[in-house]
C-alpha cells in the first residue's frame, strides 16, 4: 500500500466514475479529474492509499478520514477492490495494514466504518479484522434511487492490542 499521488488521479476518477467497480453499495456518480483532484483537498483531512500487487498494478485502495464532531473527530475508513480482484482476501490484508497504521501514527480511539445491510463482504472483512456491530444508521445512504440502512462498525485501541501485520518481521 502507498499513498496516493496527483499521477494515480486520473484512475483514481475513473474508478470513481465506474459502477462497476463502486459496485452496488456506494453512490453512483461521475467524477472529472479536476474533482478527483480537490476530493484529496477535502476538510476531512481524506487520505488515500493505493493497493498494488507486486507486479505494481492497481487493484483498489483504503482511505482514512475524519468524521467531525463538537466533542471530537472520528476516524473513519473506507474501501474498494476491482472487482477482477474481489474474494482472494486483498482487502482483508489491506484493511489489517491500515488499522496498525491509524492506531501506531495517530491517537485516536476509535476506528469506524459504515457499510450497507448488504454488503456482507464487507461485514466480513470488517469482522475477520475485530471490528464490533454497533448498530444501525437508518436511512443512511442515497444509492440507486433508495435510501438504505448500514451497520456502524467499529475497533477500539484496546480491542486492536497489536499490530497485526505492519510492525512484524519475517522472524516473526
Ligand atoms: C467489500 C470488498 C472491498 C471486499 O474485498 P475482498 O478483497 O473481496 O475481501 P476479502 O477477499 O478480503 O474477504 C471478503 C470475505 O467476504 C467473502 N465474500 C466476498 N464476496 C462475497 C459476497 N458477494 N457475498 C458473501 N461473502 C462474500 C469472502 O469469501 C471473504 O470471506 P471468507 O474469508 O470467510 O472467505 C469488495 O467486495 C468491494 O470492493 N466491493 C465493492 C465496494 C464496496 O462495497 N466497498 C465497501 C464499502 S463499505
Known sequence: MRVMEKEDLPLIAE???SPEVFG????????????????????LELKQFLIEKKDGSKIGFVSHFY????????????????PSERGKGYCTEAVNIMVDYLFLSKESRRIQAQTD?????????LEKIGFKKEGTLRKNFFVRGEWRDAYLYSILREEWKDPKILTKTTSD
Open 15 to 17: 474508478w470513481f466514475s
Open 24 to 43: 452496488e453499495y456506494n453512490t453512483l456518480r461521475q467524477m472529472s479529474k479536476t474533482e478527483a483532484e480537490k476530493m484529496l483537498e477535502s476538510p
Open 67 to 82: 468524521v467531525l464532531h463538537p466533542a471530537a473527530r472520528h476516524l473513519e475508513i473506507g474501501y474498494i477492490l476491482l
Open 117 to 125: 445491510l448488504r454488503n456482507i463482504a464487507s461485514q466480513k472483512v
